[in-house]
């Protein structure tokens, strides 16, 4: 309430919020700060980064139809859910194979353009979803503080600890904030669908499949 008009019942959501997009900007950046030495490093690397760069943008011409034509047949915590599941074990599979020995500058540098864009969006969606208008012009400015002091982490951390550790253990440190990111909007989902049972629908309000309002 020291920040926003926050009004009974929407503190804990509000909060639940604030952490989940600190864990996923938190995640980002520290994706972010190490994407770069990892392609640089590599033979010809600034040369391959401009190419990567455009790669990512034809990437997405693609794969925006495909995550559009999915999100209108499944619901939105089934959509979040398996995409940063995919996310995750991605992750992984980028330590695993560096610990094979395999080259994966490149390919990440790609795959973070791919994350930032599709997670954090629909993570913005998903907070459009849960908020009516008047509730999303009181609560964001809660949300957004969260955003903002999880890119300062993210960053702040993996720059003072890159070079002790090198960059590949930051992908499972990633992997696992992506995983409470997961178990926090879970938690807001059900709160918000149980919060909405038995409430009747709102003429031009029809309740979504999960239980929440659609705006």
Not at 14 to 40: C, D, G, Q, V, W
Not at 49 to 74: D, M, Q
Not at 136 to 143: M, T
Not at 150 to 169: D, H, N
């Amino acid at each position: 309430g020291i920040f926003a008009d926050v009004r009974g019942g929407e503190g804990l959501t509000a909060i639940l919020l604030m952490m989940n997009i600190f864990f996923l900007l938190a995640s980002y950046y520290l994706l972010k700060t190490i994407r770069e030495p990892l392609i640089l490093n590599q033979p010809g690397g600034a040369e391959v980064k401009s190419y990567a760069a455009a790669a990512i943008a034809g990437l997405l011409i693609v794969l925006v139809p495909i995550y559009s034509a999915i999100a209108s047949r499944v619901s939105r915590v089934k959509l979040i859910n398996g995409v940063t599941l995919f996310f995750i074990l991605c992750l992984v599979a980028f330590f695993v194979a560096d610990r094979l020995g395999y080259a994966v500058g490149t390919i990440f540098f790609i795959w973070v353009g791919i994350f930032n864009l599709m997670v954090i969006a629909q993570l913005w969606a998903f907070a459009n979803d849960v908020y009516t208008v008047d509730q999303g012009k009181r609560l964001f400015a809660i949300v957004g503080f969260g955003a903002s002091l999880g890119a300062i982490a993210g960053s702040f951390v993996t720059g003072k600890l890159v070079e002790r550790f090198g960059p590949y253990p930051f992908m499972l440190a990633a992997a696992a904030l992506l995983g409470i990111c997961m178990v926090l909007t879970n938690l807001v989902n059900l709160r918000e669908k149980h919060g909405h049972e038995g409430q009747p629908e709102t003429p031009g309000e029809p309740a979504g499949d999960d239980g929440t309002e659609q705006e």
